[in-house]
Structure formats: structure tokens, C-alpha cells
């Protein structure tokens, strides 16, 4: 009996590998795409610009993450609560939240993470993300021990975490890229290289696979996420490429299937050749901006930063460059920040030609100009067409007030490391985008102790003590005004000279479905599918 059900089954195996060999294999759905540039690094401690986000975002998940259409929802945490004075957050990770090696996702493994991020030793670069969190800027600044900070462990899936006072943003913070979750063993036992494809262990919906510098990203759907039956992607590639014009190229001829980043200009030339459907442009809660370096001459005088500020014509790099997709803008912090008015620069409602002759006015009484010393700027800005256009037209205004220009560049990644290193310049192009939408995600930049991101090192006794007042206030308007209040100051000053309220743009072929514009930009390939 044993030997005919076992030749029974043998013929049935047979039978049914011969018709299994005969159906066509399951098509693997890949992903491509256009990431507008090489990350600097995939350590979430360390990253700080989008393109980074991007990629890191798609391995690793938070407590909290934006959707599709830029809401804030249940990440790792399945739900929290909110103690009655607003300062201590209770969150409940999701009991099937697990690493890619299998390992279950606790609360101890976001306590690791961001100690880590904000031990004065790992100096990473956005610890000021987490200041909100108790002690956490007196373990930052080396006045408080790492096990201090207010955040703990009450059971392997719950996690406390305690503020310094109300933080009405704080589940925003907690979707940002330097608050996501480490798995410690993993750090522990790479090190700097936990990193490296076959190092990474991660908890996002997919997985690091590959990591040809220059060249490519790739990551693999995770089978360990929780919500891996909800992910459509088996495989998303990223391409590093800065050049806009060779991304439209491969998007056109089907080689990428979402590009970051287009020539603005083009804009209308692009709707026709590709459709309006393929076109995705959106206003963002983002401005772009140059910076000066205040550590040195004639950059130190706020009379040569006016004078530069308000020759720049943000009409005509608005509508001749942008194609009215980013729209003027004379403040630092955008608007749409719920009970804020930005503090706008007072030559905003000057004609164009009258803020010219008042600049070189000021860069006469300055000693730049007719009867003065030649003013030379050095303008650098990171590799892309659209840059390249701005610094270009910026130039020629600049020039028109009577300044000798020169212009350089770098890639993404060499362009801000550069800047948050600490290297001189004369003028830098930057740009911000909000991780929360509270203006103290903008105003912060300028405070002096903030090396990492002011960038021009700028420095004004009044307008610290006005922000660090504005972290004691809990009446919502008040806060408000007082944060305005320093903007006022900002705007005066002009350490940076703000261009344009920035819009994103991106090229999504039709039979990428999930992708919604949204004011934050953020667009996890877990929300996306190819049909």
C-alpha cells in the first residue's frame, strides 16, 4: 500500500510540476525611479535633504508616516494617547511590526535610535528634530547624560515618550526620516557599515538589495512588514541621476516610471509631449533661498546682503524660469502656516526698478560701486538645470547693480555636505521644505546654535532670545507673534535673501497608480502600483 500511494504521489508530483512548468511565471512589478540625486548617506542620523528621504522612507518606518495624500497616520504605532497637560505621549507598536530579519519591532529599539541620534557623539546633523523630547537639547549640547532623555520602554510594544512642554506638531515629527527606529543589533554589530546592502536590517516595506553608487538603488518588497500584503511593488529602483534633461528622456522613452525634479521652463512644452495626466505639480509648504556667509567681508554688512536681496527679481525667475509653478516670495517662512503671518521684507512693495537704484545706493554707502571697490560674488548652487537657470538670471541682475559675478557647482550630495561642514563661501543656494507645518521648522534654521543648517552662520542675540522665548509660551497666538516678531528681524537683516515659495514637480507615467500631489512631497512606494 505504501509503495502505490507512493508511486501515486510521485506521479502527481510529476503531473503537477508539468503543469506548473507550463504556466507563465508570476511578472515581477519594478518600480523605476528618477530620485533627483545621490544621497549623501542611508543613515537615517545622518540624512537631511529629500532625495535621501525618499529612499530611507521606503526602508524604514516611524511611529507615525504620511500617506499618500500627506496626512499623518499610524505607522510602527498602531495608536497613542496623549496625556491631559500635552507633554507625554503613550504609543502602542503594532504587535506584528518586525525587522526584515524576522525580529519583532519593540520600544526599546526606537529608546536605542534616538539616543543614538542625540548623543553629542554621533553628531548627527537633524538632532534638532527630537529637541521637543525632555533633555533632549542638554543631552544634545553635552549637559545631560543619553539615558536621561524622556523617552522609555514602559513594555516591549509600548513606548513614553515625554516632552518638554506641549509640542502641537509632534506626531508630524515623529514621521520625520531622523526619528525612525534602528535595529540596535544590527548598528551594533556594523557599526558605520549597518548601511550596506546584505548589512541593513529595516522595518519598512522594503528592503536593501543593492547600491551601486552613481548608478543605482535597489530595495526588494519586505515579507517581514506588516503590511506587506497591502504592497504592490516587488522591486523599486532608484536612479541617482541630477541631469533633468536625460530623466525626461528615459521617463519619455518608458526607462524610469516616476521622475523627481523636471526642467520648470519646459513646463508647458512637457504637458504637451506628455500629457497633462503625467504632469504632477504642487504646491509645497517650501522656499527657495540663497544664503550669504555672514563669518566674513562684505557678506558681515547688512547693507550689501539688502542690496542683493532686493535686486533680485522674484517676478521674472517666478514666471520666466518656474513657469508660475514656485511663486515669489520676499519671507522665509511660506504661507500656509496655520496662525502665522510671515514677516515680509519691507522692499516688497517696491517697484523692481526702484529697489535697483536703492541697491547700489546701499552698496555705494557700503564702499562698493561707482567710486567704491568692484563687489565680487561667488554664487554656488547643486547641479541642475533649474538651479543653473536662477543662478544664471541672478547673476545678470546682480551684474546690472554693478557686481562681478562667477558662478559653480556641485552635485547634491558634495554641495551640502560642504555647507553643513561649515565651508566658506560667498552666496549659496538652498531650500527648505517643511517637516511640520509650524514655522519654527523654518525659524530655526537661523538660530545661531544651529551649525548644522545655518548654513551662513549668521548670528543675532535678539532674535535667539526671541525663539528660545517662543519654546516657553503655551498660548498658540501668542507663540505666533513672537516667532513673527523674529522673522522681522530676519527680514532686516536678510542673512538669506528668500526667492520663491517652491512647488514640486514630478513626472508620473499613467499606469503608476497611488500618487497624489500633497504639501508635504512625500510619496512612499508603498502607495503606489504599476498597472
Same mark, same amino acid.
Given at each position: 500500500?505504501?509503495?502505490?500511494?507512493?508511486?501515486?504521489?510521485?506521479?502527481?508530483?510529476? @503531473?503537477?510540476?508539468?503543469?506548473?512548468? +507550463?504556466?507563465? +511565471?508570476?511578472?515581477?512589478?519594478? @518600480?523605476?525611479?528618477?530620485?533627483?540625486?545621490?544621497?549623501? *548617506?542611508?543613515?537615517?542620523?545622518?540624512?537631511?535633504?529629500?532625495?535621501?528621504?525618499?529612499?530611507?522612507? $521606503?526602508?524604514?518606518?516611524?511611529?507615525?508616516?504620511?500617506?499618500? &495624500?500627506?496626512?499623518?497616520?499610524?505607522?510602527?504605532?498602531?495608536?497613542? *494617547?496623549?496625556?491631559?497637560?500635552?507633554?507625554?505621549?503613550?504609543?502602542?507598536?503594532?504587535?506584528? +511590526?518586525?525587522?526584515?530579519?524576522?525580529?519583532?519591532?519593540?520600544?526599546?529599539?526606537?529608546?536605542?535610535?534616538?539616543?543614538?541620534?542625540?548623543?553629542?557623539?554621533?553628531?548627527?546633523?537633524?538632532?534638532?528634530?527630537?529637541?521637543?523630547? %525632555?533633555?533632549?537639547?542638554?543631552?544634545?549640547?553635552?549637559?545631560?547624560?543619553?539615558?536621561?532623555?524622556?523617552? &522609555?520602554?514602559?513594555?516591549?510594544?509600548? =513606548?513614553?515618550?515625554?516632552?518638554?512642554?506641549?509640542?502641537?506638531?509632534?506626531?508630524?515629527?515623529?514621521?520625520?526620516?531622523?526619528?525612525?527606529?534602528?535595529?540596535?543589533?544590527?548598528?551594533?554589530?556594523?557599526?558605520?557599515?549597518?548601511?550596506?546592502?546584505?548589512?541593513? #536590517?529595516?522595518?519598512?516595506?522594503?528592503? =536593501?538589495?543593492?547600491?551601486?553608487?552613481?548608478?543605482?538603488?535597489?530595495?526588494?518588497?519586505?515579507?517581514?512588514?506588516?503590511?506587506?500584503?497591502?504592497?504592490?511593488?516587488?522591486?523599486?529602483?532608484?536612479?541617482?541621476?541630477?541631469?533633468?534633461?536625460?530623466?525626461?528622456?528615459?521617463?519619455?522613452?518608458?526607462?524610469?516610471? #516616476?521622475?523627481?525634479?523636471?526642467?520648470?521652463?519646459? @513646463?508647458?512644452?512637457?504637458?504637451?509631449? =506628455?500629457?497633462?495626466?503625467?504632469?504632477?505639480?504642487?504646491?509645497?509648504?517650501? *522656499?527657495?533661498?540663497?544664503?550669504?556667509?555672514?563669518?566674513?567681508?562684505?557678506?558681515?554688512?547688512?547693507?550689501?546682503?539688502?542690496?542683493?536681496?532686493?535686486?533680485?527679481?522674484? $517676478?521674472?525667475?517666478?514666471?520666466?524660469?518656474?513657469?508660475?509653478?514656485?511663486?515669489?516670495?520676499?519671507?522665509?517662512?511660506?504661507?500656509?502656516? !496655520?496662525?502665522?503671518?510671515?514677516?515680509?521684507?519691507?522692499?516688497?512693495?517696491?517697484?523692481?526698478?526702484?529697489?535697483?537704484?536703492?541697491?547700489?545706493?546701499?552698496?555705494? !554707502?557700503?564702499?562698493?560701486?561707482?567710486?567704491? &571697490?568692484?563687489?565680487?560674488?561667488?554664487?554656488?548652487?547643486?547641479?541642475?538645470?533649474?538651479?543653473? %537657470?536662477? +543662478?544664471?538670471?541672478?547673476? $545678470?541682475?546682480?551684474?546690472a547693480i554693478g557686481v562681478e559675478v562667477t558662478m559653480q557647482n556641485l552635485d547634491v550630495k558634495s554641495h551640502y555636505a560642504y555647507l553643513q561642514e561649515g565651508g566658506a563661501f560667498d552666496v549659496a543656494r538652498a531650500g527648505w521644505s517643511a517637516d511640520y507645518a509650524d514655522p519654527e521648522n523654518f525659524l530655526n534654521l537661523l538660530v545661531s546654535s544651529n551649525t548644522a543648517?545655518?548654513?551662513?552662520?549668521? %548670528?543675532?542675540?535678539?532674535?535667539?532670545?526671541?525663539?528660545?522665548?517662543?519654546?516657553?509660551?503655551?498660548?498658540?497666538?501668542?507663540?505666533?507673534?513672537?516667532?513673527?516678531?523674529?522673522?522681522?528681524?530676519?527680514?532686516?537683516?536678510?542673512?538669506?535673501?528668500?526667492?520663491?515659495?517652491?512647488?514640486s514637480l514630478w513626472l508620473v507615467n499613467r499606469k503608476v497608480k497611488g500618487f497624489e500631489n500633497n504639501a508635504v512631497n512625500e510619496h512612499l512606494t508603498k502607495y503606489l502600483s504599476v498597472e
Open positions: 500500500m505504501t509503495r502505490i500511494v507512493l508511486a501515486r504521489g510521485i506521479a502527481a508530483a510529476l @503531473l503537477a510540476g508539468t503543469v506548473l512548468s +507550463a504556466l507563465p +511565471a508570476a511578472a515581477e512589478t519594478v @518600480l523605476r525611479r528618477g530620485n533627483g540625486g545621490e544621497p549623501q *548617506t542611508l543613515d537615517q542620523a545622518h540624512i537631511s535633504i529629500d532625495i535621501e528621504g525618499f529612499v530611507v522612507r $521606503d526602508l524604514f518606518e516611524g511611529l507615525t508616516v504620511y500617506d499618500n &495624500k500627506g496626512e499623518v497616520i499610524p505607522g510602527v504605532a498602531e495608536s497613542w *494617547t496623549l496625556s491631559d497637560d500635552g507633554t507625554v505621549y503613550t504609543f502602542k507598536l503594532r504587535e506584528n +511590526a518586525k525587522w526584515s530579519d524576522g525580529s519583532p519591532v519593540v520600544a526599546d529599539d526606537f529608546v536605542f535610535a534616538w539616543r543614538r541620534l542625540l548623543d553629542p557623539k554621533e553628531a548627527a546633523e537633524y538632532a534638532t528634530i527630537l529637541y521637543p523630547v %525632555k533633555n533632549a537639547e542638554a543631552i544634545n549640547t553635552g549637559k545631560a547624560a543619553v539615558d536621561t532623555l524622556g523617552v &522609555k520602554a514602559v513594555a516591549p510594544k509600548t =513606548l513614553e515618550v515625554t516632552l518638554e512642554r506641549p509640542t502641537p506638531y509632534f506626531l508630524q515629527l515623529a514621521t520625520h526620516y531622523a526619528a525612525l527606529p534602528v535595529n540596535p543589533a544590527n548598528v551594533q554589530k556594523f557599526g558605520a557599515e549597518f548601511t550596506k546592502p546584505g548589512n541593513m #536590517v529595516s522595518n519598512g516595506a522594503f528592503k =536593501l538589495t543593492e547600491y551601486v553608487a552613481n548608478d543605482h538603488i535597489t530595495a526588494v518588497k519586505n515579507p517581514e512588514y506588516w503590511d506587506a500584503a497591502s504592497v504592490k511593488i516587488d522591486k523599486v529602483i532608484y536612479n541617482p541621476s541630477e541631469d533633468m534633461a536625460a530623466t525626461e528622456r528615459m521617463f519619455e522613452a518608458g526607462e524610469l516610471d #516616476v521622475v523627481y525634479q523636471f526642467q520648470a521652463d519646459q @513646463l508647458d512644452f512637457l504637458k504637451g509631449k =506628455l500629457g497633462e495626466d503625467q504632469i504632477k505639480v504642487a504646491p509645497n509648504l517650501a *522656499t527657495y533661498y540663497y544664503v550669504f556667509d555672514t563669518r566674513k567681508p562684505p557678506f558681515d554688512d547688512v547693507r550689501v546682503r539688502q542690496a542683493l536681496s532686493m535686486a533680485v527679481d522674484r $517676478d521674472f525667475l517666478s514666471e520666466k524660469i518656474f513657469t508660475n509653478s514656485y511663486l515669489p516670495s520676499y519671507a522665509f517662512v511660506p504661507p500656509g502656516m !496655520e496662525g502665522y503671518t510671515p514677516a515680509e521684507a519691507d522692499f516688497a512693495s517696491m517697484d523692481q526698478l526702484d529697489r535697483e537704484d536703492k541697491a547700489k545706493e546701499l552698496l555705494k !554707502e557700503a564702499g562698493f560701486g561707482e567710486g567704491g &571697490k568692484p563687489l565680487k560674488v561667488d554664487i554656488r548652487y547643486n547641479t541642475s538645470e533649474n538651479h543653473k %537657470k536662477v +543662478a544664471t538670471a541672478v547673476a $545678470d541682475m546682480w551684474k543648517f545655518n548654513y551662513g552662520h549668521w %548670528k543675532n542675540d535678539e532674535f535667539d532670545a526671541l525663539m528660545k522665548k517662543s519654546y516657553e509660551i503655551r498660548d498658540p497666538a501668542e507663540r505666533m507673534k513672537v516667532m513673527a516678531e523674529a522673522e522681522a528681524i530676519y527680514a532686516r537683516e536678510q542673512p538669506t535673501t528668500p526667492f520663491l515659495n517652491n512647488g
